[in-house]
């Protein structure tokens, strides 16, 4: 497997935990019966389990862009030394986003972000 593939699979896994500590985090806060339900009213999320919902939410939304552009890349052929330099930038600035971001570091979390997209935007150009 390519290594933009194998970071692609752990940011995969990277969101997964993500979600876990998000749902951990509300659970601590509102109580599990209050989750298994239809969460029709529940309180708003605060704090660090709050950051911890918006990072997975964040990395969601990230997450169909890094995949869409890693398949692409593999697909067309273009998958090459850039592409997994990009791949290796987005993964480890997203693994630093997320504690970060729960830990509440404004300037670090958005620094982090940015160096994920200049991975993205990395693979982007050697597509077009």
Do not use: C
């Amino acid at each position: 497997m390519s290594p933009d593939l194998t970071l692609l699979v752990w940011a995969v896994a990277l969101t997964l935990v993500q979600a876990i500590v998000a749902a951990f985090g509300a659970m601590l806060q509102v109580g599990l019966p209050a989750l298994a339900g239809n969460r029709e009213h529940l309180p708003p999320i605060e704090g660090w389990a709050g950051r911890a919902r918006r990072a997975h939410n964040n990395m969601l939304e990230n997450l169909a862009l890094f995949a869409s552009l890693v398949l692409v890349a593999q697909v067309a052929g273009k998958a090459n030394a850039t592409t997994a330099l990009g791949a290796e930038l987005f993964f480890w600035a997203r693994l630093i986003y997320a504690p970060v971001y729960v830990v509440g570091i404004p300037f670090l979390r958005t620094a982090a972000w940015v160096v994920s997209v200049v991975g993205l935007v990395m693979i982007f150009l050697q597509l077009v």
